[in-house]
Nanobody, 130 residues
Framework: QVQLVESGGGLVQAGGSLRLSCAAS????????MGWFRQAPGKEREFVAA????????SYTDSVKGRFTISRDNAKNTVYLQMNSLKPEDTAVYYC???????????????????????WGQGTQVTVSS
């Protein structure tokens, strides 16, 4: 069992930056693939980014490539999402999630599926004004 707590959301103008953090409880954080998802009002939850257990491999949805960076610090049990050049369409509640499965890293399929993740944080609101 792991608990995830996101922080760092807020209101920012278009073109600005935010850094989201997700702190995990427990001693097995390095065994989890980690992902960030977001959900805008009236829309389904969508994949944003994922990172492998070691942090050496990452995956992004096309709309955030070149603007967002996912990273992790296994010593601190924390995963981050650095968001630059924010756009109004990035407005959403952002969730971090942990995938405890033992399968190999699959950044273009399993890691993009919300139902593959076993644990979720409560979410943090990001609002980008135009």
């Amino acid at each position: 069992q792991v608990q995830l707590v996101e922080s760092g959301g807020g209101l920012v103008q278009a073109g600005g930056s935010l850094r989201l953090s997700c702190a995990a409880s427990g001693r097995t954080f390095s065994r989890y693939y980690m992902g960030w998802f977001r959900q805008a009002p009236g829309k389904e939850r969508e994949f944003v980014a994922a990172i492998s257990r070691s942090g050496l491999s990452t995956s992004y949805t096309d709309s955030v490539k070149g603007r967002f960076t996912i990273s992790r610090d296994n010593a601190k049990n924390t995963v981050y999402l650095q968001m630059n050049s924010l756009k109004p369409e990035d407005t959403a509640v952002y969730y971090c999630a942990a995938d405890a499965d033992d399968r190999p890293w699959e950044p273009y399929y399993y890691q993009r599926l919300a139902y593959e993740y076993d644990y979720w944080g409560q979410g943090t609101q990001v609002t980008v004004s135009s």
